[in-house]
């Protein structure tokens, strides 16, 4: 069955760097786009940063553009997140998302409606 496992969250100082990895399995892993949403206490789940399956194709929220990277590796199913000058903002659970369909566009990535599979999660805390 599909499953996706995130990694690599901790607490660290606000500036710090963090680098969440995604592990995929059960499916046919460079079809479909992956997706990275973050939700903190009371607020509701938001859209961080998609790629496409191929990883040519890259989206962010405002909020992270120019900090955040989304990377995958075909060949290892992962799909990476490295998040630079981290602020307290940042501060949330991190989770990562498979698509439903295969067919990556700006418009869909930030949709959660979109995504059919996520991980469990993995928490993310900058202090000040």
């Known amino acids: 069955q599909v499953q996706l496992v995130e990694s690599g969250g901790g607490l660290l100082q606000a500036g710090g760097s963090l680098r969440l990895s995604c592990a995929a399995s059960g499916y046919i892993f460079s079809t479909y786009p992956v997706g990275w949403f973050r939700q903190a206490p009371g607020q509701e789940r938001e859209f961080v940063a998609a790629?496409?399956?191929?990883?040519?194709?890259?989206y962010y929220a405002d909020s992270v553009k120019g900090r955040f990277t989304i990377s995958r590796d075909n060949a290892k199913n992962t799909v990476y997140l490295q998040m630079n000058s981290l602020k307290p903002e940042d501060t949330a659970v991190y989770y990562c998302?498979?698509?439903?369909?295969?067919?990556?566009?700006?418009?869909?990535?930030?949709?959660?409606?979109?995504?059919?599979?996520w991980g469990q999660g993995t928490q993310v805390t900058v202090s000040s």
């Open positions: 998302a498979k698509q439903s369909t295969p067919y990556y566009s700006d418009y869909r990535a930030p949709r959660k409606s979109l995504y059919d599979y």
């Open positions: 790629i496409s399956g191929s990883g040519g194709d890259t």
